[in-house]
């Protein structure tokens, strides 16, 4: 795990130590971190973790604070929503035994990582990068639902059905198949769709007169 006293940005290959299950350093010069059962007890139990992260991210703190649901209101969210992500309440101090990290573990169960009220956020991964990104993404979902909650929101959420989808990476034309949506052409929202009288009322605003009438009903997009 990465040596204690460096910051994220600071880590180099001589900053890391190699930490047994119960704490002792077995390779590196480095200090260990007082929460390393965060990480062993997970990777313990987790055998398709090959990396974990904790760190006390601003946002995710802030939200884990207000106890509601994490909601897929945008693209990051569906990584942590339906199911909700874990939280791991049985302290917010620091996780500094076995006993702790093997609740955390069991609280992240088979899921991508939990949030810790008063404290911070764990993610997993196959690899480094995996385990990063899932904090970075979940770090911006709250993010984005601190914002849409200041704002007197939400209102509107991903449903279960979207949110699976979007956790699998199906392609968006896919989904709208799958879903039987009507797709819009031209990428238009019909609700979004200016209507001709508009754009009469534009062009002579502009004083572009040249344009005809076909080109107008062209703009309108014959939405389905
Ligand atoms: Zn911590």
Known sequence: MKAAGWGFEEVTAERVVLVSDDGEVLAGTGARHIEYPIHSEVMKRRPDVGAVVHTHALSSVAFAS????????????????????ARFSATGSLVRTAELGAALA???????????PNHGLVTVGASVAEAVMGAV????????????????????????EEVELK????????D?????????RCGRRPQLAPRL??????????????RRDTDLREDVGEVA
Do not use: N, Y
Request: proline fraction near 7%; include cysteine.
């Open 137 to 160: 993404v979940l770090e911006r979902a709250c993010k984005v639902q601190l914002a849409a909650m200041a704002a007197g929101g939400p209102q509107v959420w991903s449903d279960k």
């Open 106 to 116: 069991c609280a992240i169960g088979d899921g991508p990582g939990c949030l810790i």
């Open 176 to 184: 709208q198949r799958r879903l039987r949506l009507p797709v819009p």
């Open 66 to 85: 207000l106890d509601v649901p994490l909601r897929a209101l945008s693209h990051d969210g569906a990584w942590f929503a339906e199911p909700d992500i």
């Open 197 to 210: 009288d508009e754009l009469v009322f534009e062009r002579e605003r502009r004083g572009a007169g040249a």
């Open 167 to 174: 956790q699998r990476g199906v392609d968006a034309g896919t």
